[in-house]
């Protein structure tokens, strides 16, 4: 039983439901959550996989191919998604306006269906449909709260995806048209650098940036996710915006080597780097508690992209191979479970003292210690410091550029990570004061919504200390320009 | 053979024309309507180039239903925007960016087949004969459903856009028209036209040019005239027959691939069973599509129940 079309059938069959269900959907994840995980967890012990939907091969269907890659981002995201929902049921449960309940359970089946699609599928048009499933999902989340704010926000958010929905298509459409297959294998065997070709990477490319929310196409994230409710916000910052830089991965390390080169990587080196900084000195400019975990997304987007100048880079000078590749990978993943749990605890925190201003925080770490120790053990990930997952990949990455003797980029993660332990360290100072501001009352909060960011937190550090697994895991089928690089 | 080349040059300079004339116009609903134009030659153009099914989508899609949703979007929207102004720089990379599009099309190799032969080999396989049907329902049906869900979605997010002590009431303006006033009776009398029309399309999809989504629009076009014209209400977005309706197709669609994986792949059909089966997935499919869409046109809910 590892079908990779079950873990795209059975969110699926969930988001129906869910419309059906309303409000109730909320008990659907009690089965979805542990069923999802187990399933996932099969998966991973079976790749690599191939399933030709319907029983047609591409290029006249559709496949789905489970690699490494796939695997250990399917199993994140069953667990990111498995713990968000439990503490959604929670969250929402005790919301007096049912219509945010209602409208919740089928936009985050959606994500969720969407994510595994994008992840299990390599053909352009079909990812460009779990594209669109996730993007119209997202904003509809953006905009669950109804303030004045949060609508202009989901609209600014829908318009940058709905220009990188648009370049993606018409790529596509040029690569259909010049080698007759959407199919990324296939694609890859016949690849030739052409004109139509070079323009189809690029409109791809340039629409999965803007959906991606890579400097300098940012400017929609911030206000998005930092005003979508607290679970939402998680989804958006964990999963989403990480799909459309997964594709992008897959098609440049995948299908697209031939066409890569010195300016390639000094391009979406120079964008990551750009966003790393930018993000950085705003979120450390914010003076409330979601903002800045919304800009420091920005930031930790940005060290994904230095994955293209340092793959490949020092080749054999290294004990292992495809180091950067898979520090950039280990990145995602630890930003994934770390970044989920930050906003799940700055939700919790929000319930219980009914504000996220940084002044008005004084005190509440003694009215939810659990959500508050969740938060600084996320910002020890995030920070990069050991033994998280974030320590983890920075260490891939940072040695790398170090053997390649490109101090540039190495200056960039260093910069960018006392960036972060800055950042950071207002929000967890803020939480750890022990006078409460003046006439601050803190709410009671159910005990789910402390324990689920603190589960989370505790995988993103699990995955430095147990990284032998996930490690071998990611290998598995890796392509052979994460090795060798793009030159 | 000249008469018709004239016709395609006259088509293309028509529609190029009425695209500028909608980006260009001043006022917010003369581009709308500029826009349906466009959408309209736009569908003679797939007809001219032998994509008949794409001409009835664009037809019925792109130039009815979105024009429908333009101008319910115009008409609501209270401060007309500032009119368009020229821009240099913009403009510049448009033209750069139109530019290299048109060198990139232009160095594809002219005629490709594609994957017309490879359909054309596994259509007898597939249940249908309009191979357009056998690539959205069999071939590539998954995308197919994922874009009948990614409709469902985007109404659950209209939907979340109503007040808190309204979400689950009745979307829509209440209508007061005359009885046996114009529209009054046509809504009276379109409706089983319409209803056949519908059903022929869906239908007929399986042999010829027609399918779930195109019928899907005429049902809706149908049902949102009998609402504008006083002979039915918008039902209120709680009851559950209509939700079940709204997932109805997709819910067929799905338990159908799944019922593939029993015997073969998931999203496959036995050829003995397909036809029957693509049929029911066609029909289902028809229903939940027309209630959505007319519900994405008469938008959030706005009314109590």
């Known amino acids: ?487 | 053979m000249i008469a018709s080349a004239a016709f395609d040059i006259l088509l293309c300079l028509l529609i190029v024309t009425v695209a500028v004339g909608s980006v260009a116009a001043r006022d917010l609903f003369g581009a709308v309507a500029l826009y349906i134009v466009y959408g309209l030659l736009l569908a003679i153009g797939w007809v001219r180039l032998g994509a008949v099914d794409v001409g009835l989508a664009e037809g019925a899609i792109g130039a009815g239903l979105t024009g429908v949703l333009l101008l319910g979007a115009a008409a609501r929207l209270k401060a007309a925007p500032d009119p368009p102004r020229l821009r240099i720089v913009p403009l510049l990379l448009c033209l750069a960016v139109s530019l290299g599009l048109g060198a990139a099309v232009l160095s594809l190799s002219v005629p490709q087949p594609g994957l017309v032969p490879l359909v054309q080999e596994n259509l007898a396989a597939s249940g249908v004969g309009n191979p357009v049907t056998a690539v959205l329902l069999n071939f590539r049906g998954w995308d197919t459903l994922v874009e009948s869900v990614v409709l469902v979605v985007a109404l659950v997010g209209v939907w979340a856009l109503a007040p808190d002590d309204l979400w689950d009431g009745r979307p829509g303006a209440a209508q007061r028209v005359k009885r046996d006033a114009v529209l009054n009776t046509f809504g009276r009398l379109l409706p089983p036209v319409g209803l056949m029309v519908g059903i022929y399309i869906v239908w007929i999809g399986a042999y010829a040019p027609g399918g779930a989504f195109q019928a899907g629009t005429v049902l809706a076009a149908v049902w949102l005239l009998a609402i504008m014209a006083g002979v039915a209400e918008p039902p209120p977005v709680r009851r559950p027959l209509w939700r079940a309706l709204l997932v109805l197709g997709p819910a067929v669609f799905l338990l159908a691939g799944l019922h593939g994986t029993l015997w073969g792949a998931f999203m496959s059909f036995a050829p003995a069973k397909a036809k029957t089966m693509i049929m029911a997935i066609e029909f289902t499919l028809t229903l939940s599509i027309a209630v959505t869409l007319a519900m994405l046109v008469l938008g959030r809910p706005r009314r109590p129940a």
């Open chain 1, 1 to 487: 039983m590892a079908e990779p079309g079950l873990l795209v059938a059975l969110p699926l069959a969930a988001c129906l439901a869910a419309v059906f269900l309303g409000r109730r959907g909320a008990l659907l994840v009690w089965v979805t959550g542990p069923l999802m995980l187990v399933l996932t967890w099969q998966l991973a012990r079976a790749i690599p996989v191939v399933e030709p939907l319907g029983g047609w091969a591409p290029p006249l269907g559709i496949a789905l191919r489970a690699d490494g890659f796939a695997a250990a981002f399917l199993v994140m995201t069953a667990l990111v998604a498995a713990v968000v929902g439990a503490y959604a049921a929670t969250y929402f449960a005790a919301d007096p306006r049912p219509r945010r309940a209602a409208a919740f359970w089928p936009l985050f089946y959606a994500v969720w269906t969407a994510v595994n699609l994008i992840l299990l599928g390599r053909d352009l048009f079909n990812l460009y449909v779990g594209l669109e499933l996730l993007t119209l999902a997202g904003v509809a989340m953006v905009a669950l709260d109804g303030r004045a704010a949060t609508l202009a926000a989901a609209l600014r958010y829908l318009l940058f995806a709905l220009f990188g929905s648009v370049t993606f298509l018409i790529g596509a459409a040029l690569l259909y048209g010049r080698y007759a297959t959407l199919d990324m294998e296939l694609l890859a065997v016949a690849l030739a650098p052409d004109t139509a070709t070079v323009a189809a990477a690029a409109l791809i490319s340039v629409g999965l940036l803007a959906k991606a929310a890579i400097f300098p196409f940012h400017a929609w994230l911030p206000p998005a996710h930092a005003g979508a409710p607290a679970p939402a916000s998680a989804l958006l910052s964990a999963l989403v915006v990480k799909a459309s830089v997964l594709i992008l991965f897959r098609l440049w390390f995948d299908v697209l080597p031939p066409l890569a080169g010195a300016l390639l990587n000094a391009l979406m080196g120079g964008l990551g780097a750009m966003a790393v900084l930018y993000g950085s000195v705003q979120a450390i400019r914010q003076d409330r508690l979601k903002p800045i975990v919304a800009y420091s997304t920005v930031a930790q987007l940005g060290y994904l992209l230095l994955a293209f100048p340092l793959a490949g880079a020092a080749l054999g000078a290294q004990p292992w191979s495809a180091g950067a590749w898979t520090g950039a990978v280990f990145h995602a993943l630890s930003h994934g479970l770390a970044k989920a749990a930050m906003f799940l605890a700055a939700g919790t925190i929000m319930l219980a003292a009914g504000t996220d201003r940084l002044d008005r925080l004084g005190g509440v770490a003694k009215a939810v210690p659990v959500a508050s120790f969740a938060f600084v053990i996320a910002a020890v990930s995030l920070m990069g410091l050991p033994p998280s997952g974030g320590f983890l990949a920075k260490y891939l990455l940072l040695t790398y550029a170090f053997a390649a003797q490109q101090a540039g980029w190495a200056a960039v993660m260093v910069v960018g990570g006392l960036l972060a332990a800055v950042y950071l360290a207002r929000p967890v100072n803020a939480l750890m004061r022990a006078a409460p501001a003046e006439g601050a009352r803190f709410a009671r909060v159910p005990a789910v919504l402390q324990l689920a960011p603190l589960l989370l937190a505790l995988a993103a550090m699990l995955l430095g200390i147990l990284s032998f697994e996930p490690y071998r895991l990611i290998q598995v089928n890796n392509p052979a320009a994460a090795h060798e690089g793009l030159q």
